[in-house]
């Protein structure tokens, strides 16, 4: 006789078949990341005073023209877009390993296990390289809500909500307060990218250590962007986008156009074309960062439908979306190295070459490095080999090389705290 149940394995499975790879997540990573370099850059600039958002004031008509376009298109919607990629993975953990019939306990002490070394991860990174860092964010919101990913719909859907209502009015008076701060010290708050000497500001950047992830999942709307991927994770909106076209259509139409227009006012503002005073510049920052998670979401939504039209034509990916899924599955070696890139190129305590250049300049070595970066993506593609973090990342997680139905090499799960995209099994099985 047979009874059916759900075996409680402490990890059902550790790997990733080709089968299991939804190609919208890891393109959209890709492109992703070229954002955060746009993104990052300008933060390096030191040739003009610093103005909102770390962008320089000042310059030529065309870097006044980048200034606005990065500030409408870029800035504040690059992470939101990361943060929803990051929870569609790690909503797709949750699945893939109840469905192999790991408990609900087991598979978030695994999400938990992925955000303590996301945490090791991004401290190095913030301390030596970047002050920046957005994987200890993202690091800690797995610990706050992987317990949530594994509750039912309804309470993920209330995690929505209160996440959205408390991010809403955090993201406006932080916004307000960072602005009124600046204007009283006279000079941007840019952590310690301007710094002379490294060793200080290695001492510095480990006192702004406590701070800096709360800062940014206080500032940003990180944690609700997180949980609607994990929505859209457990209705595969980017795992079957073709069958999702419609609702798909709409987050970009509707999204990008919040986004678009909620940019504007802090564009003309970085630009120079708006001179407004500390309460209105912290209004508009705030309307920026609150529209900016709509951005992110009609980015993200936007490369599922590039995916759904080739699925309609019978054809694969072409050879540029190739290229960017090869970035976005090694995102987090990806994404270190351009980071290290940029700092040693820009930085004073490096080559210093943003002293010596403007927007226009930071945009350019924005693009050329995460060209590079994609070449040598590529590179490990073809060899068939994974990015070595994202490699090592997976090692800590799982407590060793990758198990039975995993995929070898390139083909091996390789993001920051993401899992790639499977078809739904049930999470219990019959045994006699």
């Known amino acids: 006789m047979s009874t059916r149940r759900t075996v409680n394995s402490p990890v059902g499975r550790r790997g990733v078949t080709p089968a299991e790879r939804s190609p919208a997540p890891d393109i959209a990573r890709g492109f992703m990341l070229l954002l955060i ?20 004031k000042g310059g ?33 953990l949750v699945i893939r390993q109840r469905a192999a019939g790991t408990s609900a306990p087991a598979a978030a002490r695994l999400l938990r296990r992925r955000g303590v070394f996301l945490i090791l991860f991004g401290f190095v990174h913030f301390v030596l390289i970047f002050p ?8 800690v919101a797995a610990l706050a809500l992987g317990w949530l990913l594994t509750r ?8 929505v909500v209160i996440s959205a209502a408390a ?15 600046e204007s009283g010290s006279g000079e941007e708050i840019r952590g310690t990218v301007w710094a002379h000497h490294y060793g200080e500001a290695v001492v510095e950047r480990l006192s702004q250590v406590p701070f800096a992830s709360v800062h940014i999942l206080l500032g940003w709307p990180i944690p609700t962007a997180i949980l609607i991927g994990a929505v859209a994770a457990r209705r595969r909106y980017l795992d079957d986008p073709a069958r999702h ?54 980015y993200a939504a936007a490369f599922g439908l590039l995916v759904a039209r080739r699925q309609d034509r019978g054809r694969a990916p072409g050879p540029v979306a190739g290229a960017l899924a090869a970035v976005g599955r090694r995102s987090l070696t990806c994404y270190l190295l351009q980071s290290a890139l940029l700092a040693l190129i820009l930085a ?13 300049g930071a945009a350019v070595i924005a693009v050329c490095v995460w060209l590079t970066v994609l070449v040598v993506a590529v590179a490990l593609e073809r060899a068939g080999r994974a990015g070595p973090l994202d490699a090592l990342l997976r090692r800590l997680v799982y407590g060793g090389p990758a198990g039975r139905g995993a995929e070898p090499a390139a083909r091996d799960e390789a993001r ?11 999470a219990t099985r019959t045994e006699s």
Do not use: C
């Open 60 to 92: 030529d008509t065309l870097d006044r023209a980048i200034t606005f376009l990065s500030l409408d298109l870029v800035d504040n919607r690059a992470y939101p877009m990361f943060a929803a990629l990051f929870g569609y993975g790690m909503a797709m």
């Open 245 to 298: 076209r419609a609702l798909l259509r709409r987050v970009v139409l509707i999204g990008g156009l919040v986004s678009v227009l909620g940019g504007v006012p802090l564009a003309l503002v970085g630009a120079g074309s708006w001179g407004a005073g500390d309460l209105a510049t912290g209004s508009v920052t705030a309307l920026h960062v609150i529209t900016g998670f709509a951005g992110g979401l009609a």
């Open 37 to 56: 370099a746009l993104a990052h850059a300008p933060m390096y600039v030191t040739t003009s005073d610093p103005g909102v958002v770390t962008h320089p």
């Open 152 to 159: 039912s719909d309804r309470a993920l859907g209330r995690g």
């Open 132 to 139: 920046a860092d957005i994987l200890a964010p993202y690091g």
């Open 167 to 181: 991010a809403t009015v955090l993201a406006t008076l932080l916004s307000i307060a960072v602005a009124m701060e």
């Open 416 to 426: 920051p705290g993401t899992e790639p995209v499977a078809k739904q099994e049930p």
């Open 348 to 360: 004073r305590v490096a080559f210093g070459v943003g002293d010596r250049i403007h927007a226009t």
